[in-house]
């Protein structure tokens, strides 16, 4: 299974990130794979953002639930994170995963997302 991020490189303060996951050789609708987003900031460690199930439920950190949805493209096997009104705060390395119940089996490469006017 491969994961990839897209790349939106440059966002200003109060837009909207958007991020797409793409899963090749495997599907995101598979029993029982959780897609899950994960971000790293400069000298921190990481944070877990949220996740789409295979059945399409979605979960959210407690601290991002207002800024941010996760949604799905089955037909072209992509999960998609959407963080709103995004601060110099939000910069960050990027990472999309799938979670398998034990851990998190795959990764992206990650992607560096920065927050500057």
């Known amino acids: 299974v491969q994961l990839q991020e897209s790349t939106p490189g440059l966002v200003k303060p109060s837009q909207t990130l958007s991020l797409t996951c793409t899963v090749s050789?495997?599907?995101?609708?598979?029993?029982?794979?959780?897609w899950t987003w994960i971000r790293r900031p400069p000298g921190k460690g990481l944070e877990w953002m949220g996740a789409?199930?295979?059945?399409?439920?979605?979960y959210y950190s407690p601290s991002l639930k207002n800024r941010t949805s996760i949604s799905r493209d089955t037909s072209k096997n992509q999960f998609t994170l959407q963080l709103s009104s995004v601060t110099p705060e939000d910069t960050a390395v990027y990472y999309c995963?799938?979670?398998?119940?034990?851990?998190?089996?795959?990764w992206g490469q990650g992607t560096q997302v920065t927050v500057s006017s």
């Open positions: 995963a799938r979670e398998d119940g034990d851990g998190y089996d795959f």
């Open positions: 050789g495997g599907s995101i609708t598979t029993n029982y794979y959780y």
């Open positions: 789409i199930a295979y059945s399409g439920t979605t």
